[in-house]
């Protein structure tokens, strides 16, 4: 139950609903988690915020691990509270380069 009892019950519903020749694989990116404690936030907004760019790190490790073992899979991210952050600031991450990788290279379809 390392993703907490919100996650593993969304984690369960959605293997539920796939079909049966759908391998379904649950990894979990560690990351010092700071309390979301608004007073703990305002005492000490640097432990928040690189607790959030360590899971940003860790993750992105972990997807550069995942497409080494196979470029085919399909991935669904999931995350609560500073996870579901650390997820968001990812994407905007990936976003962005890849808005720039668009920028730089002429569409062609086919």
Not at 25 to 46: C, F, G, M, N, S
Not at 51 to 61: A, C, H, Q, T, Y
Request: glycine share 4%; charged share 20%; with cysteine.
């Amino acid at each position: 139950m390392r993703g907490g009892r919100l996650l593993d019950r969304m984690h369960a519903a959605f293997a539920a609903e796939l079909t049966d020749r759908t391998a379904v694989q649950y990894l979990w990116v560690d990351y010092p988690a700071v309390p979301a404690d608004p007073l703990v936030i305002a005492a000490d907004p640097e432990s928040f915020v690189a607790s959030i760019e360590s899971g940003v790190d860790n993750l992105r490790s972990l997807l550069s691990r995942q497409a080494e073992v196979c470029e085919e899979q399909r991935i669904v991210l999931t995350g609560y509270s500073q996870g579901a952050m650390a997820v968001h600031r990812l994407l905007l991450e990936y976003a962005a380069s890849l808005s720039v990788a668009m920028k730089k290279s002429p569409l062609v379809a086919r």
